[in-house]
């Protein structure tokens, strides 16, 4: 499922991506590589909060979407 | 000589241990991306070691501007030399952090690691193995809390043990295999995906060395509980986010201009203070045209009309613009400002921007300059340029005292408060049209992603948040200081001569032998009248008022202060006589007459302190309606110069981010075509009213 689908409190397990331009490759540098555990922190209306490798992290909706998760 | 680039991630405490090594006092934000530009400072123990604090960065492989600085500094691509990296390492999110870790490390130049937050780490109960990571990686780790200051002396020993010993961070296998991958990838497509790969490689490298030396503490794993999560519930809830941020924003504007603070019927403490530097500058004024009165008229109306009135009118709104700075730094500092950017993001997305283009236009409320140079955090180039655009729309705080002058004199009998939020009102929509519009029509690209760290909410200390609003408020001193007693003295001049100053013929004109010469025949008079005709259609094509124009881009509140001088002549003694002739004694005593007598010699100074610019004299200026004669005319050119192009600072800055002239001239025209279209809209319709 993608990550964007996650309820709040959820902890979920990163597995891969949608696309492969710059910003993925922000996205990896900034912890989400595969095997990554997530947890989603909030949601809103912009998007998702999250927690990765001891950091929390905004990311917009769309963003969020393009990361496929598995528990 | 020994030369160290402070290089870390965002956030991550880098212009702190600045301060604390150069004991410089640089402003340390709470909020990703608070450091634009390289700094350079001088290490107080050792005046030896040169220290350059780099913008935050998550890896070298840059995606900002601010990011390209750090990433060629440290990889010497820009010819700073660099001896020694110091990399900062916020103890709390080690793993993330390690990565930038192991790209300097590839660079092979000698590196020393500050570990810093410690505090925190210990209060998460987490137990990292320092020497053990410094051992696998070959560099000297130093544990410390730049906040406190606490391992400094050992941070400045392990840079110069290295700098002497040259030693260079552990060549590691994987250093190799990504060099590999690199170099064989070709095309685009095989770049990217190598450089994910790579990304992977980095992080179980780190993975790898982490779960040998690091112990997760409970507080570490437990995101829930912290504090800034439960504050975060509430602050970023999807329905409460939006507006106990405007409810934030009202309590802002409040502290700062209202005259009827809470409801209390007193002024707000930035009223309060304004009153107060206000009645002190009078004093001064007073003693110095004291001392110079018997000079010749020239040199006192220099002095007077000139220099103080200048200096004055900057004095007049400084107070407001210092409050303002201190509760926004407040705010900065706290880490909330982050939230902000990301709850509004969705809002901003539809205008085609970025939810961090809010940090830039809310900065534009204060002033233009560091607004546009903080659009260097936005990640795509065309947020960067639309922002940087639109940012000079807002109502900085040197275009306050234009419109509170219109209001007092041509909107006197009309609600003040409304007038108010209609200016504010006015910039946000325009900002928003010109930024739909340049999103279709000329920068056409897909919409940005917003990926930004949120900080942990912090108190902020006082100390953090005076030294903020103190530095913002000198960057305006000095501009006070300089530019604007420049064109101030200018202006004068200009407005006080002209061709037959200089040929005798007004000495032999002037009965006391005063090579001076009416306001209407001066240079300025003569170049305003070339121009105006182009205001014709706004209702303002008068000369004066395009005097004003002018004078504002060498500063806004320039403007104010050529009115006064441009009108000033107009309140003649028989006006004045007028004027308080309708009055009783009360009222006259309420102004300022003692005694409730008239008193003619301290009846213009009265008129100009308590009528003019305070709103009591629906008739102040009386030649100003000749030349505005509307309302739909004055509001026409409030909003002309709220948008027309900013001052001239603002638009060195403009030039500083567009970097060519090219793109500057094309963010100028496009900001004087939005005020002349607006403007004339705004007349037109206005008068059909």
Known sequence: ?71 | MIKVALAGNPNCGKTTLFNDLTGSKQHVGNWPGVTVDKKEGTCKKNKEIKILDLPGTYSLSPYSAEEIVAGETITNKNGENIDVVLNIIDGTSIERNLYLTLQIMETGIPMVIALNMMDEVEAQGTKIDVDKISEELGVTIVPMVARSGKGLAEVVKAIEEVAASKSTPKNLPIFGEIKNIELNAKSDEEKEEAEISVADIRYKTIDDIVSKTVKKGKAATEVKNTKSDKIDKILTNRFLGIPIFLVIMFAMYACTFSENFLWLGINSPGMWLAGVVESAWEWVVEGIAGLIEGASPWIYALVVDGILAGIGAVLGFMPLVLVLYLLMSFLEDSGYMARVAFILDRLFRKFGLSGRSFIPLLMGIGCGVPAIMATRTLEKEKDRKITAIITAFMPCGAKLPIFAMFFSTMFADDNQTLLNYSIYLVSIVVAIVVSLILNKLVYKSEASNFIMELPQYRVPTAKSVLIHGWEKVKGLGKKAGTVILFSTILIWFLSSFNLDSFNGKNKEANEDGCIMCEMDDSFLASAGEVIAPIFKPLGFGEWRPTVGVITGWIAKENVVVTFAQLYEEDVTQEYLDEYFGAMDGSELEELGFEGGEYDPEAAYDIYVEGTLFEGGDENALPTMKDDIKTKAAAYAYMVFNLLCMPCFAAVGALKRELKTWKATGFAVGVQMLTAYVVALLVNVIGGLL
């Not at chain 1, 696309?19 to 095997?35: A, N, Q």
Request: proline share 3%; glycine share 10%.
């Open chain 1, 1 to 71: 499922m993608a990550l964007s689908m996650a309820q709040s409190g959820e902890i979920k397990t990163v597995k891969r991506f949608i696309g492969k331009e710059e910003v993925i490759t922000r996205l990896r540098e900034m912890g989400f590589v595969p095997g990554e555990k997530v947890q989603v922190v909030g949601h809103n209306p912009s998007g998702l909060i999250l927690m990765v490798k001891g950091v929390k992290l905004a990311l917009d909706r769309n963003l969020a979407s393009r990361i496929i998760v598995c528990d």
